[in-house]
């Protein structure tokens, strides 16, 4: 197994423009994740999914959507990008027992926007 | 949702001492509480978890310890060894997994 995989692994970004991040698991996780770390503020959570065609907002959402049309992925899209995006993001993803799994995380994607 | 406050943001001992991070967490719908070690450059890993229903739980030289009533947990390492170096994260939630603030543990060869 992969486990989770994240692309791209660095990307540079101009003020206003748009990209996706890719996120893929393969190990049939219902629960995937978002977050972003930035230095002295930990991991903060950017929108989850508990499943296909479900998700919801975090603590940090705006200017960030996704979708969840598959089980396996969950990319992360930023609309207009600013140079507060700047920032380390991890995709995680988890078994759904209740909720009482370990969060399972890629490698990380490092966006900086100038 | 879930609030969680992660002490202290760093900690420095020597090879061979003990250190201990803690966390309190708001939400007492929450019942578990996972431990994370995050190297350099990495991307952060479990260490060790536990679940409302118990008081404790070890692994070798790494321990969790949980009081529900206080809304309190802790990770304990005993004979640190210079590659425990690392943050530490904790975290709490139900489906909103919230993170500790991460606690820098540098250990002293």
């Known amino acids: 197994n992969a486990g989770v995989t994240q692309t791209p692994k660095f990307q540079v970004l101009k003020t206003g423009q748009s990209m996706t991040l890719q996120c893929a698991q393969d190990m049939n996780h219902e629960y995937m994740s978002w977050y972003r770390q930035d230095p002295g503020m930990g991991l903060r959570l950017i929108h989850y999914?508990?499943?296909?065609?479900?998700?919801d907002q975090g603590e940090v959402p705006n200017g960030y959507n996704v979708s969840r049309s598959t089980t396996e992925d969950f990319p992360l899209r930023l609309l207009s990008a600013a140079p507060s995006q700047t920032s380390v993001y991890f995709c995680?993803?988890?078994?759904?027992?209740?909720?009482?799994?370990?969060?399972?995380f890629g490698n990380g994607t490092r966006l900086t926007v100038t | 949702g879930e609030n969680v406050e992660q002490h202290p943001s760093t900690l420095s001992v020597q090879e061979g001492d003990s250190a201990v991070i803690k966390c309190t967490y708001s939400d007492s719908a929450s019942n578990y509480f996972p431990w994370y070690k995050q190297e350099l450059g990495k991307r952060p890993q479990l260490i060790i978890d536990i679940r409302s229903n118990v008081g404790e739980k070890k692994d070798q030289r790494i321990a969790v310890t949980l009081n529900k009533t206080a809304k309190h947990f802790s990770l304990h390492i005993t004979e640190t060894q210079p590659e425990d170096s690392a943050v530490y994260f904790c975290?709490?939630?139900?489906?909103?997994?919230?993170f500790g603030i991460g606690t820098k543990l540098q250990v002293i060869p």
């Open positions: 995680a993803s988890s078994s759904r027992t209740g909720q009482t799994s370990p969060l399972h």
């Open positions: 975290a709490a939630g139900y489906q909103k997994v919230t």
């Open positions: 999914s508990v499943g296909a065609g479900i998700t």
